[in-house]
């Protein structure tokens, strides 16, 4: 079982790379071509806060893409990881409520080369993104678990020959 979980471990780390790579593209993109525009403090602290979180997100993804035992101990980085990008995804929902774009989980405009495909397109990979590094943290608490239980079991003499 250890091995399926590492390399499971491995299939989410890599996911968790995807999606803040291309949200780090979407936002970064943006926020290169807005920075002479006179957007307002707040919307450019949301923009930077999502890029920061990919950003960070990219770095942790990439340090812990290597499977060994210690990345599994650190599922309340990961919980503390997907709670930020849940945030990030609500301040996303909540910049885009202005523009014509539809609801929230309205992501059919994803495949347009436009404005509203573009944002919707990083609203719904920070949403993805926030899932699998919870996702991950979930393996981390079940993987300590399960060392843990064994850990007590074979100390109270369970396994003893």
Same mark, same amino acid.
């Given at each position: 079982?250890?091995?399926?979980?590492?390399?499971?471990?491995v299939?989410?780390?890599?996911?968790?790379?995807?999606c803040?790579?291309?949200?780090?593209g979407?936002?970064?993109?943006?926020?290169?071509?807005?920075?002479?525009d006179?957007?307002?403090?707040?919307?450019? &602290? #949301?923009w930077?806060?999502? @890029?920061?979180?990919?950003? =960070? *997100?990219?770095?942790?993804? $990439?340090?812990?893409? /290597?499977?060994?035992?210690?990345?599994?101990?650190?599922?309340?980085?990961?919980?503390?990881?997907?709670?930020?990008?849940?945030?990030?995804?609500?301040?996303?929902?909540?910049?885009?409520?202005g523009?014509?774009?539809?609801?929230?989980?309205?992501?059919?405009?994803?495949?347009?080369?436009?404005?509203? &495909? #573009?944002?919707?397109?990083a @609203?719904?990979?920070s949403? =993805? *993104?926030?899932?699998?590094? $919870?996702?991950?943290? /979930?393996?981390?608490?079940?993987?300590?678990?399960?060392?843990?239980?064994?850990?007590?079991?074979?100390?109270?003499?369970?396994?003893?020959?």
């Amino acid at each position: 079982m250890p091995v399926i979980s590492r390399l499971f471990s491995v299939v989410l780390r890599i996911a968790e790379l995807a999606c803040a790579a291309v949200v780090a593209g979407i936002v970064g993109y943006y926020l290169h071509i807005w920075h002479e525009d006179h957007l307002s403090a707040w919307d450019q &602290g #949301r923009w930077i806060y999502t @890029e920061v979180i990919a950003g =960070l *997100s990219l770095l942790l993804g $990439l340090l812990w893409l /290597i499977p060994t035992a210690h990345t599994f101990f650190i599922w309340p980085i990961d919980l503390i990881i997907a709670l930020c990008w849940f945030a990030a995804f609500g301040l996303e929902v909540d910049a885009l409520n202005g523009l014509p774009c539809g609801g929230a989980f309205d992501w059919g405009y994803i495949g347009d080369n436009d404005l509203c &495909g #573009r944002w919707k397109a990083a @609203e719904a990979f920070s949403f =993805l *993104s926030a899932v699998i590094w $919870l996702v991950s943290a /979930i393996l981390g608490i079940y993987f300590v678990w399960r060392v843990d239980h064994r850990r007590r079991n074979y100390y109270y003499g369970r396994y003893a020959v």
